[in-house]
């Protein structure tokens, strides 16, 4: 999968009249393609060249970053988590209340772990990895990212409708299954797939 670029970028003040229609563009092709809710409090949110487009523009909104090695590495750590041939990666997002106290809640997911996050293909159980943690993510409301190695049999069950996929998070007291994930989402993921082997 190409990584973004700068010219890939809108400047700030482009980004800011144009906001309001990119997040609501964003908020329905995530909720539709890319988000998976694992309980009441957990969404993991797969990442591609798309939703990074909006989370990069929403970060240099939010961090005023503007000068051009700044940009660029910033960038450059951002295409580190755009899916791979046979790796997905996804945004661990905590749902927090608005009159929640905010370090409490991030803080009680501190330790969180690879073996805490899992995907389960058809009865296979594939454990995560932590990517990173970084603290400037949490103004996005992101704790961790995590990446789920898939095999080629993964892949092909992935593929089969009649296989079932979901995913597991279990930390601490916090111990949920999602849903079966739908038609929609397992076909965007495979198109990542595709993308990412043909550009490897």
Not at 3 to 9: E, H, K, R
Not at 74 to 85: I, K, V
Not at 100 to 111: P, T, V
Request: aromatic share 12%; net charge negative.
């Amino acid at each position: 999968m190409h990584p973004l670029t700068t010219d890939d970028l809108l400047p700030a003040s482009d980004y800011l009249l144009r906001r309001r229609e990119f997040h609501e563009a964003h908020r329905r092709y995530r909720d539709r393609y890319r988000r998976v809710r694992v309980g009441p409090q957990v969404s993991l949110l797969f990442e591609n060249r798309q939703t990074l487009w909006f989370r990069v523009q929403e970060f240099f909104r939010i961090a005023r970053v503007s000068k051009g090695e700044e940009v660029q590495h910033h960038l450059d750590w951002f295409n580190t988590l755009l899916p791979q041939a046979q790796r997905l990666q996804a945004a661990f997002i905590l749902e927090v209340a608005e009159d929640a106290n905010w370090y409490r809640e991030f803080d009680y997911w501190r330790d969180l772990r690879g073996e805490n996050v899992r995907m389960w293909v058809e009865g296979t159980r594939i454990p995560s990895k932590l990517v990173t943690a970084r603290h400037e993510d949490r103004s996005l409301g992101i704790a961790h990212w995590f990446e789920f190695a898939l095999s080629d049999a993964d892949r092909l069950n992935l593929a089969d409708p009649s296989c079932t996929v979901r995913f597991e998070v279990d930390y601490k007291r916090y111990s949920c299954f999602s849903s079966h994930v739908n038609e929609d989402i397992r076909q965007s993921l495979l198109d990542d797939l595709d993308v990412a082997a043909r550009a490897a």
